[in-house]
């Protein structure tokens, strides 16, 4: 059965008028809104920990647990990825807004970046990478997958532990994210976002559209 999209001016059953929204083609956009601030970690062919900050990547997988990273070749980081097959993704709280955007504007090739901000680079307890100690949520992450999508190779990590502060898990053992004040990415306007206000419980808001 072909399903059939109303014409130009038809708009909706459910709109008319004014209610109705307009829409500009905005052409082939590789964007999606709000982006994590990914700052990802690894040792490089000296042995020092770098860190690099990514916008593209994101849970790939709820079984295994896993993750994706996107990264350019020309990257300092993909290098190492490619030699030591293990990374972290370390999220920073708005408190390291500047930190993390420094991380992505310069390469490790020249520059010592934990060195430059004085943040702390642990070494991971089950892979071969750093995290950063000061960040409120550092996972740990072996690669398992690479994948060359042109631009960028995407990497799959399958994540070994996690590590969260210790301030941001209550009696149950759950993370409370409100408070840990997680650092976004608005990669159209291209600024550094705080977490907004809390509309809903997940799983619950929606079950008005549930038939009794």
Known sequence: MSHRFPR????????????ATMKQSAGRL???????????????QRGEPNVATLAWGGIA???????????RPSRYTFEALKRTGAFTVNLPS????????FFGMVSGRTIRKLEATGLTPVHGEFVDAP???????????????SL???????????????????????????PRWGEAKILGFDSG????????????????????????
């Not at 590789?30 to 490089?44: A, E, I, Q, R, W």
């Open 61 to 71: 997988s709820s079984g295994p647990e896993s993750v994706s990273i996107a990264v």
């Open 94 to 101: 708005v408190a390291y807004a500047a930190e993390a955007d």
């Open 131 to 145: 995290y950063i100690a000061e960040f409120p949520y550092n996972m740990e992450c072996e690669v398992v997958q």
């Open 148 to 174: 060359d999508l042109g631009q960028h190779t995407l990497f799959i990590g399958e994540v070994r532990d996690v590590k969260i502060d210790e301030t941001l898990i209550d009696e149950e053992g759950n």
């Open 30 to 44: 590789g964007l999606l809104f709000p982006n994590p601030v990914l700052v990802v970690g690894t040792y490089d």
């Open 189 to 212: 306007m291209r600024a550094y976002r705080a977490p907004g206000e809390v509309m809903g419980d997940a799983f619950s808001i929606g079950r008005k559209f549930i038939s009794s």
């Open 8 to 19: 130009p001016g038809q708009g909706s059953s459910r709109l008319s008028g004014t209610e």
